[in-house]
């Protein structure tokens, strides 16, 4: 999410020079009143610490609440009524990250440019593009305001408002003063927006668009085996019969003749991915990705049940998540993380389970190439030889003076919104168009009592899907895909962009839950997912989705799981961070065995060096280790090597035409073992190769490119924790308000992967013990205040980077709590 807006706000990064202190910068307002001693940005220290007790009396609050923020920084809620510890917690969200509320929900909305702007115009429109104004609109009419549902998220906008009502000069976050702007007011639409945006962000993941464009380069015949329905490695989250890596190698057919078809439509497709953003999966980055696993108390030290949450999305200051503490009598007892913006525990445990997610990755989108009546500016489409209306939606985009910025036009089919690239229009159908999750699932879900409750109630939950793994104090453990699975017609695929003028290319309906990937209390004694493909085929040939993630993660985490039968806590944390890769087990033997070709080393000695570092490393990732260095770069100039065909022939360096679709290297794998195969040959030399010439040249040229950005090889620079960083950015982006250049065990494909820009990873990590008192530990990157003067704005990040984990209190009364731990109080009072 933050990533969509970076762009659009980065301007702001001009506001810490103080030579702007006399007069406005582009959107910026003068600075001079707040650089003065005894206001402006000085008052942030004293809001940093604020009063150790408050009294707050507002008329949203129908009876008492204390709250008691911990020496952590996290809130504690203690209610008498739920809807008033929602509106506890929207107050205590709005006070700890106010700035972040308002610009993740108007990235979302498209409405950016009103706080920051002309600059941000671009990023609205294509905001705009996706739809989300029209659906939250829908949402709203439609939705049932007495619901449970809908009044958490109303009391939890009281609860913002009650904040910014209630907020002094002081307490004005730093990025307001810079824009010389005012909060705006919190709305229940924003929520909505808000797991709108959430959708994009965790669920889109079609495999039309990327098979397509390989097909367009090298035909459909290989671009299906090169992007296939059914993953060639099998480690899948609902346990085989056998427990155990099921390898499914297929043969590569060669290079054929470029669709002609496709690729005139490659525009329409580049202007999609545009609009959907840059997070998309183009190029098969396997590095990032999310964890969960449960062990049943028959393979624990303890004898109960663990379970182990570890989701990896993009790392920000300040994070994604925010930590809580929701008590309501016999009612509610739930602890963990919060998306800011939405009151409920998304992630987290309470006093009888432990849940966790990761993204299924499953196709849950279309695309279909639409036939109109008039290029420029259609009014209807062709379906089933009659024309029908296109929806017109007109956008007014505004300046944060009121003024109009660009007005647009755009149209929606029954399907979903229509993008134009040249000549060719393309709409999309998108499961979260049909209607999102509205939180039942997750009011249900936070006052479970068994895994049966928790199964129940997320058996409706829609978007975006996940797997749900959980574990009870009983010792069950189980884990189900849910959400909401598209049912298409005919052989069902969704991997294939589909003719709009046909109604018979649309879905048919949804998935029932008794056909999700299931598993209860499987035999071996854990459950595990890390976005792998979620059934294999030969137990369940319903498609689900295409190229999916290489399965590395869960290799390596089933590897540690079956090697212990006595699992501990501890060593459920030191997992999270284990520096094993299974990508490099499997791959590195490969490599070696060119190396028993004496000719071939002697004819290039910097092969034979490199294999011989390569030898000496234990496929290590932690921070001293010098040997992942030279495996990525071996892996990079292999695969640019291998996959040369993908690559487009002419193309503007940087353009979405450059981009080469990269297949996941479990296929790369598969094809090591055909030393023959075509795809071998790099088109660009004058000569033919084979797989032992292209592997020595990526070894010799991978050594070169090490010893390049790196100095000699074994050098302190080699270490990993020196050449490998995570860099963790203000939300703005300005770096004096980041954490960059930190120094991270682990690496691509490994259990605690990071992207090569370090700006993903590990967004938090948990361990749950349920036992007869459920225990809980856990940590993220960053901390609870988005104020950078706080104490509380980056104090995980150390436990973080060194693997720990703080364990989490959660007293269940106000009057139990620890006095030592004790940092803040906040006591709510009904107002007239």
């Known amino acids: 999410m933050p990533r969509f807006l970076q762009a659009a706000v980065g301007v702001l990064v001009l506001a810490v020079g103080v030579a702007a202190s006399v007069r406005p910068i582009g959107v910026l307002p003068p600075l001079g009143a707040q650089l003065e001693p005894g206001g402006g940005v000085w008052a942030l220290g004293r809001a940093a610490s604020p009063a150790a007790d408050r009294i707050v009396t507002d008329a949203a609050f129908t009876d008492d609440v204390k709250v008691i923020t911990d020496d952590r920084g996290v809130p504690h809620i203690y209610a008498a009524k739920e809807l008033d510890a929602y509106r506890a917690l929207g107050f205590v969200v709005a006070r700890d990250r106010l700035f972040q509320l308002e610009v993740q929900t108007r990235a979302a909305a498209g409405t950016l440019a009103e706080l920051v702007g002309p600059r941000a115009l ?244 279309d695309f279909y190439r639409e036939t109109v009546d008039d290029s420029t500016h259609p009014s209807r489409y062709l379906l089933d030889g009659a024309w029908k209306p296109l929806e017109l939606r007109v956008e007014t985009y505004r300046a944060p003076d009121g003024r109009i910025l660009a007005v647009d036009t755009l149209r929606f089919s029954h399907r979903g919104p229509l993008w134009k690239v040249d000549s060719t229009w393309m709409s999309m159908a998108w499961t979260l168009y049909q209607g999102g999750s509205n939180g039942t699932e997750f009011l249900g879900i936070d006052r479970a009592t068994s895994a049966a409750e928790f199964l129940e109630s997320s058996a409706s939950y829609a978007v975006p899907a996940q797997n749900m793994i959980v574990a009870d104090q009983r010792g069950t453990i189980a884990i189900r895909s849910t959400g909401r699975y598209p049912v298409r017609p005919g052989p ?36 595990s997912s890390a976005n792998q493909q979620p059934v294999d085929p030969t137990v369940n040939p319903r498609f689900m989705g295409a190229n999916w993630y290489s399965p590395w993660r869960a290799i390596r985490i089933n590897t540690l799981l079956r090697a212990d039968s006595q699992v501990t806590v501890d060593a459920m944390r030191r997992f999270q961070t284990d520096p094993g890769s299974a990508r490099a087990d499997l791959f590195v033997p490969a490599l070696l065995r060119v190396g028993t070709d004496s000719m071939r080393m002697m004819a290039s000695p910097r092969a034979g060096e490199a294999l011989r570092l390569l030898t000496a490393w234990n496929r290590q990732y932690d921070v001293e280790n010098t040997g992942p260095v030279l495996f990525e770069a071996v892996m990079a100039e292999l695969g640019r090597r291998v996959w040369d065909e993908l690559a487009p022939a002419l193309a503007r360096p940087g353009s979405d035409e450059a981009v080469t679709p990269r297949p996941a290297e479990a296929i790369l794998l598969g094809l090591m073992a055909d030393s023959a195969n075509v795809w071998w040959d790099d088109r660009r030399t004058p000569v033919t190769e084979r797989r032992d010439d292209i592997l020595v040249a990526s070894l010799a040229a991978g050594l070169d490119s090490a010893i390049a950005r790196h100095g000699p090889a074994g050098n302190e620079r080699w270490c990993w924790g020196n050449a490998h960083h995570a860099n963790i950015y203000h939300l703005l982006h300005l770096p004096a308000l980041s954490a960059l250049d930190l120094p991270v065990q682990s690496g691509p494909s490994t259990l605690s992967p990071s992207s090569g820009d370090g700006t993903h990873g590990a967004s938090w990590r948990m361990v749950v013990e349920l036992g007869p008192q459920v225990t809980g530990w856990a940590t993220y990157p960053g901390g609870q205040s988005g104020n950078p003067a706080s104490t509380h704005y980056r104090d995980f990040l150390p436990a973080w980077l060194a693997g720990r984990l703080d364990s989490l209190i959660v007293p269940r009364t106000a009057e139990s709590f620890p006095a030592g731990r004790i940092e803040g109080r906040t006591t709510f009072r009904k107002g007239r």
């Not at 991997?495 to 071996?524: C, H, K, M």
């Open 122 to 365: 671009a990023l609205d429109r294509d905001a705009r593009r996706l739809g989300f104004g029209r659906l939250v609109e829908r949402t709203m009419r439609e939705a049932d305001t007495t619901s449970p549902a809908f009044q958490s998220v109303k009391a939890y906008a009281e609860g913002v408002n009650a904040w910014i009502d209630a907020m002094g000069p002081a307490d004005l976050p730093i990025e307001y003063r810079l824009l010389g702007r005012r909060p705006a007011r919190w709305a229940p639409s924003h929520t909505y927006f808000l797991l709108a945006r959430m959708a994009l962000t965790l669920a889109y993941n079609d495999a039309s668009l990327i098979k397509a464009k390989a097909a367009a380069r090298v035909g459909w015949p290989a671009a299906e085996a090169l992007f296939p329905i059914i993953a060639p490695i099998q480690e899948p989250i609902q346990p085989n019969t056998i427990d155990s890596t099921r390898f499914g190698f297929v043969p590569i057919p060669p290079p054929g003749a470029p669709d002609s078809m496709v690729a005139a439509a490659i525009g329409a497709l580049d202007g999609a991915h545009r609009t959907l953003g840059s997070f998309l999966r183009w190029t098969g980055d396997e590095a990032l990705g999310s964890n969960n696993w449960a062990v049943a108390p028959t393979r624990s030290a303890s004898r109960h049940a663990l379970l182990a949450g570890d989701p990896h999305l993009e790392l920000t200051l300040p994070s994604v998540w925010y930590q809580a503490h929701l008590v309501v009598g016999d009612r509610l007892d739930v602890a963990g993380v919060t998306i800011p913006g939405a009151p409920w525990v998304v992630i987290g445990f309470n006093r009888h389970l432990a849940w966790s997610m990761t993204n299924t990755g499953s196709d849950v989108n």
């Open 492 to 527: 069902g695929r969704g991997d294939l962009i589909q003719d709009g003028s046909s109604a018979a290319n649309d879905w048919v309906g949804t998935l029932p839950v008794e056909f999700y990937p299931f598993a209860l209390n499987p035999a071996r004694g854990f459950l």
